[in-house]
């Protein structure tokens, strides 16, 4: 157990839906990391916070947004759903070194 | 803009025996950290080994070690008696900036 926590672990929607993916950190982590996976893929860098700034962002559509609130957990917000969205989702998180703990992803069904 | 490489998409090792995964990177950065991660069938992302570009010796984990070549931007995972559990893919990674760059992955079968 990585002591990263991700919900919900499966998410079935329609295309135009928005759903939000939700991570809490391990104890005392200040960084979150998000992460898309598609089909036996590697993995792509989303975006990252850092005690509830953000820090960087990566190939992150317009349609999608996170924020990292007070108590350190973070939400992905994805919006106007496409089939292509769907994906393994993951969220990472790091203290002050830079090895990233995983979640165990949410798997994203686009119907 | 910094690159990873795998360039074999599924290697087969008989169980007990070794093997080695490759992995090549690009960047123009002098100090960075280099990561091996494996994904089993349950999809976890599991930290096997991370090598420090500024340390001269190969990192090594139990049953894993590596084979930094700074100069030649190569960084391969050797697997010393495989086990069945090993079976998952593997995925060589660059930080950048706090930022993780990924290969496409490895698949890694043990024949019993």
């Known amino acids: 157990d990585s002591g990263v926590t991700q919900t919900p672990k499966h998410l079935i929607t329609a295309t135009g839906q928005r759903v939000t993916l939700r991570c809490s950190p391990r104890s005392g982590d200040l960084s979150v990391y998000w992460y898309q996976q598609s089909l036996d893929q590697g993995l792509q860098f989303l975006i990252q916070?850092?005690?509830?700034?953000?820090?960087a962002k990566g190939n992150i559509l317009e349609r999608f947004s996170a924020q990292q609130f007070p108590d350190l957990h973070s939400e992905l917000n994805l919006s106007s759903l496409e089939l292509g969205d769907s994906a393994l989702y993951f969220c990472?998180?790091?203290?002050?070194?830079?090895?990233?703990?995983f979640g165990a992803g949410t798997r994203l069904s686009v119907l | 803009a910094q690159t990873v490489t795998q360039s074999q998409p599924e290697m087969s090792v008989q169980e007990a025996e070794t093997v080695t995964l490759s992995c090549t990177y690009d960047t123009s950065e002098s100090d960075y950290y280099l990561f091996w991660y494996k994904q089993p069938p349950s999809r976890q992302m599991i930290l096997v080994i991370r090598?420090?570009?500024?340390k001269q010796q190969n990192a090594t984990e139990n049953r894993f070690s590596v084979n930094f070549q700074k100069a030649a931007k190569s960084f391969s995972l050797k697997i010393s008696d495989s086990q069945l559990g090993d079976a998952a893919m593997y995925f060589c990674a660059y930080d950048s900036n706090y930022q993780l760059i990924w290969g496409a992955g490895t698949k890694l079968i043990i024949k019993p």
């Open positions: 090598q420090e570009a500024y």
């Open positions: 990472a998180s790091s203290a002050s070194g830079n090895i990233q703990y």
């Open positions: 916070y850092y005690n509830g700034e953000e820090r």
